[in-house]
């Protein structure tokens, strides 16, 4: 069967995911060295994901804010053990001048700066400073902050929405009274982003807590969504971090308590970035293209006027016309259908297949043999092709299709949801009892899925040599799921009782 | 009579601005040299101008994209013309990676970079670079991009929202096949940013042409929307550009046209920032605090339970919740009314003041005694005193107020907007006819408002004459307004015959 990729995903995973990325007009390089360019059907999708989960943001009590691109360099020796985990690759701002020097540009030496800036990789260094300021006594917490921003890290080895050197993203990061109430609140937003990714982008995902090694620098808990993508591996895709005390004695964050006595504030840190979109597209696209949940979709209907340069092509657009306006007036997932009319200059064939790399989950051609019967032509891009192997595309009465399209957008939702489910939980293997085991079972291509193994929670060097057992299988640990079912076992790689579950995979 | 701020504007304009965004909670300084935090008010002041602008960037057409922080060094050479009115003041980034040295951390010299990267100061290059390779034919135009995002240009002296080292905006880039288009694109976009203006942020503007002297740099005209702070001086609040070819030259901006033949597009930029709030600050601000045009209000009614740990308490927040409900069921300006229940643990009358202060459109308050009549007290922050110089707090039967809340914020609306209307036509002179009669009215202050005057537009030379002329006397040209009246008399500079209207004023 001839597919619109060119490549597909069981010839090269890797390739197929770049030709979605490109031939979906989701993003492309830029010509700066690890950014990308978010275009127009990337960016679209990055909106709906932001208006969703701000919506969210704010029901739970947070307020945004926006915070300094740079962080001078003396924030970040505040506190040691966070910059061991960032200090490696960061952007310096070193100069705030050009001069013009043998018919090029230069950075001014007389502008050199007497502290370099760091381009924030993260923001925990300049929002705790201002929470020191806000925070005098027990009556102003809790602060619970959000901000949308891009964010830069100077990656080695980029790859689009999963890994590039600046990306967009939001982080939370709140200030508490008591541990309690911050575990609370980091638990809260895990939940948070488990149902973004349930419900919204219909990605599968495991909520749990990250071993001590995968901690956040600093962090006393952190914990992760991890989703499975169509290759096996594991792509986290969203964290909250419990920071303790930790940052708040590194950054002063104090506070009077209704004793009168001084004490560190808890605080917590959360955020998903633009690699959100990279999972989208690893769990949902196939081999002709991308396949956006109807909930992200930016136009969830696409309507293909089949114009031949002939007298009725008016009356084909007037009629597809009072379709989109017609569609726009319903309601699906609780809020209004999302139609467009394309009227762009090129083939209608060629309209038809953009949208279906495009992956938009309706896609309605109108001809003039539709016109004339009052038809429409759909094409449901979750289910492309039928049993014989042909586009299946249906014609309908148009007052059936209007009838039809919000509970359409809806199964289609759900469908797109159940496939990854299954996907997911057919692809976590729970029979793994030694080490043996865990290599036979991942082979040499790891692309197997993961192991739910049963372990002891080692710590310190003994977690260290679990790590390097798994990295020299390319492995690494997950998270604890929340939901596992308690240990009865032997750890699969100390032979102690185990006392917790926890998944193995590869990762990206 | 005593006001809620320290400082009044008749005493020190400037000092009152500083203390209308600290009280109002709108921005503070950040540590970081020229950049502030903006906090949740004034964020949630730029949320809603996004929200309203972003609506109307996609009503006229044009998608978000998101393009790179950082540009190569190389591509500002492209244009020289470009270059010359940026590479003064310019973030660079020179290194990617930190060491720790003798206890502390610096910029590891391994780590510099072949090519240095400018943060964006604004991303015309960055986009152009897209530009040439998203066109190739006629039928790839036009382009129409809009990007949110942060920019940095190193500011020497900055003041919050007005200028700063980084600061947020929307970008509009746009190429099209004719100049004609080109230019109905740039004065569409100004007329986007007039409504924004008046409509939205009740600042009443002049939309008129700048002269040559204070176009963006390679641009063949540049448009711009100019305010009247409550000092009298400008605030350039808006700009939109006709760029011509001279973009789509310098970055090969090209496209087959219909007849085969090689053309250079013609482009536009047009962008509006966090400036905004600056100017909604020293227009509507009073000795009071802020006034937030409810349109733009995050929150515009604002209930405050007056509780005095009695056991009516409980009670009396019941009574607020219920009203806050109704009032979310309410519409103004098209949109659900935003009213907040403030159940913070400080004292009522410090409530009152904080929001005051904050420039809540309408502060609702109830106690015991409104609670048993069935009552509110109701504060109208455009209004805030009675003609006896007391508070003007209003008790109204609840019901009453609810039916006329929807009214009284469009009321608000209204009134803000007349009264700064009023103050600009009111302060704009049209009787001067020399240089000498200009002096006089700007006097040594320069607190006059603006003179619109009567000019022959000179070019090169003799306009640099007439901009040293009027920097002695620290004037500037504003723009020429579309709407002002033919030209009828003499150049007030040269004697010439005058060709057209200009403003003159003291600028921010």
Redesign the interface.
Known sequence: MKHALSVTRAQDFAAWYQAVISEADLA?E???RG??????WG??I??RIQKLLDAEIKRTGH????????????Y??REAEH?EGF??????????????EGG????DPDSKLEE????RPTSEM?IG??FS?WVQSW?DLPVL?NQW??V?R?EMRTRMFLRT??F?WQEGHTAHATAEEAREETLRMLEVYRSLAEDCLALPVVAGEKPENERFPGAVATYSIEAMMQDGKALQAGTSHFLGTNFAAAQNIRFQNSQGEQELANTTSWGVTTRLIGGVVMVHGDDDGLRVPPVIAPQQIIIVPMLRDQPEDDSILAYCQEIAAALSKLTAFGEPVRPLLDK???KAANKRWSWVKKGAPIIVEVGGRDLAAGNVSVVRRDRLYNEAGKLDSAVIARDDFLGAAAAMLEDIQKSLHAQAKAFLHGNIDRSVTDVAGLKAYFGDNGKAGWAEVQWSKPTGAALDQVVETLKAMKLTLRNVPLDAAEADGACIFTGAPAVERVLVGRAY
């Open positions: 492309e830029s010509g700066v950014c990308m360019v978010i275009r127009p960016y679209g990055w909106e307020e945004n804010c926006y915070f300094p691109l740079f962080i001078p360099l003396s970040f020796a910059v200090a490696k690759e960061m952007a310096v701002v070193t100069h705030h001048r050009l001069k013009a090029s540009l230069v950075p370099p800036l760091v381009v300049i400073a201002a300021r009556r902050t921003a891009n830069v100077w050197a600046e967009l762009k200059a090129i």
